[in-house]
């Protein structure tokens, strides 16, 4: 079996319909852009990935093509290996002022991850064993997710004939923000909240997680993410109000830019009495990050992403460290599909080091979307299962996978820029400034 080698690697671009979502970077654009990739063995075994869309990961891509066509995919992730240099290093990697995927700096570690997923799932499907066992062995069978609420405009996401039905309704307010979560918990049973926030002023987000700790209930466990809109005077006065609602299992994540701003909220927070933890997927986002982060105190959380991490084993490298520096350790998402879902499910299965539940996107997309041969990945109770299927365990439904394509084609878009949608329907001089409160 270690003598089989790729054959065709074939790129796919897609686009899925998003619905007006808000974040600290503005409005969601109505379609989300993925990359599917295959990777073809000399035996006709296909291996899959699933990673960030549009014009520059394909070239990135195309580009290690042809250190990709004949090799053994045992070794390519050794040979590509360089492409994850830097990552050690730090230096301004920063995801705060750019919207995840389109940071220069993580490039070529994306593109090495997309790889090493499609080599991992294709060797997987090869010798009869999944993922998971692959990197190390499961520790757990289910993985658990988090809800992920967004304020946001009305609609479904996509555009005329290809507009959704919209589930969830306008959500700009505290009442409307707790519908959408009990939805989202009756439909799939998540065990805890992500909240997403930096859009409202701070006192309207503050009032929603109090009425969503009213609605819950003090064993369902809160986090809040204004992805770096705060003063740090305004993290510390969140932090306060919110102590009882957010320290019960929950965390702050990102409220104020820089390591140095997160230590300064950290400090003052501990002199009030106050030990919620901070999290963080933006002021850390490699590993030349963490000495300068622990010697500050200033993140107590990791959420890491093995799409801009560099793949599976740099999550468990990571995760080694967190526990090393006695850190909590959870998982970013972004806009996906059941592949890469799938991808985190099973790395996630084989962390031991994995403290909180992961973030994910799922709910946001739909059915019409998947290109999972079978449909949607189940989410019950809040978790992912983990099989023993061999590789991540999904198969590729290829008329699905022609559909995106053609939406891909038909649709404007072909990088995420939420502050060209917040202007084009909210309001044209917007800007994304940080701090904005």
């Not at 109090?210 to 466990?221: F, V």
């Not at 994540?253 to 009030?272: K, N, Q, Y």
Request: charged share 25%.
């Amino acid at each position: 079996m270690n003598d089989i080698k790729i054959a065709e690697m074939r790129i796919t671009p897609i686009a899925i319909a998003d619905p007006p979502i808000r974040s600290s970077y503005g409005l969601h654009q109505p379609y989300a852009l993925r990359t599917i990739v295959e990777f073809i063995s000399t035996d006709g075994i296909i291996g899959l990935s699933e990673t960030y869309g549009g014009e520059e990961p394909m070239k990135a891509l195309e580009a290690v093509r042809d250190q990709i066509i004949g090799s053994s995919p045992y070794r390519l992730t050794g040979t590509l290996s360089s492409l994850l240099h830097g990552r050690e290093y730090g230096g301004d990697a920063s995801q705060t002022y750019l919207v995840p995927g389109e940071n220069p700096l993580d490039a070529t570690a994306r593109t090495f991850a997309a790889i090493e997923v499609g080599c991992l799932d294709l060797i997987g499907k090869t010798v009869g064993v999944p993922v998971c066992d692959l990197i190390g062995g499961k520790v757990r069978d289910k993985v658990p997710f988090s809800a992920y609420p967004f304020y946001k405009h009305a609609g479904g996401g996509g555009e005329g004939a290809d507009a959704r039905d919209d589930k969830y309704g306008e959500c700009l307010s505290p009442e409307t923000l707790v519908g959408q979560v009990v939805k989202m918990r009756e439909e799939y049973g998540f065990n805890s909240i992500k909240f997403k926030a930096g859009v409202l002023h701070p006192d309207e987000e503050i009032e929603t997680i109090k009425q969503l700790y009213k609605e819950l209930g003090p064993d369902i466990p809160l986090r809040i993410d204004p992805n770096s809109a705060w003063t740090v005077d305004t993290s510390v006065r969140v932090g306060i109000e919110l102590a009882e609602e957010l320290g019960r299992g929950g965390y702050l994540e990102d409220p104020t830019a820089s390591i140095d701003g997160m230590a300064e909220v950290r400090r003052r927070l501990l002199a009030e009495g106050i030990e919620t933890p901070l999290a963080s997927n933006v002021a850390i986002t490699c590993f030349g990050d963490i000495p300068e982060s622990v010697a500050k105190d200033a993140v107590q959380i990791i959420l890491c992403d093995h799409h801009y991490w560099g793949g599976m084993r740099q999550v468990q490298t990571l995760a080694n460290l967190c526990k090393t520096f006695n850190m909590g350790m959870s998982m970013h998402s972004n806009n996906h599909l059941g592949i890469s879902l799938m991808g985190m499910a099973h790395v996630a299965a084989a962390t031991p080091h994995l403290t909180y539940a992961c973030d994910t996107h799922y709910p946001w997309q739909s059915a019409e979307d998947e290109v999972v041969l079978g449909g949607r990945v189940p989410i019950v109770n809040g978790c992912v299962e983990v099989t023993d299927k061999p590789g991540l365990g999904v198969e590729l439904d290829y008329d699905q996978l022609a559909r995106g394509k053609e939406r891909y084609e038909k649709c404007p878009y072909r990088k995420r820029d939420d502050v060209a949608e917040m202007r084009k329907h909210v309001d044209p001089n917007w800007e994304r400034k940080l701090p904005r409160w």
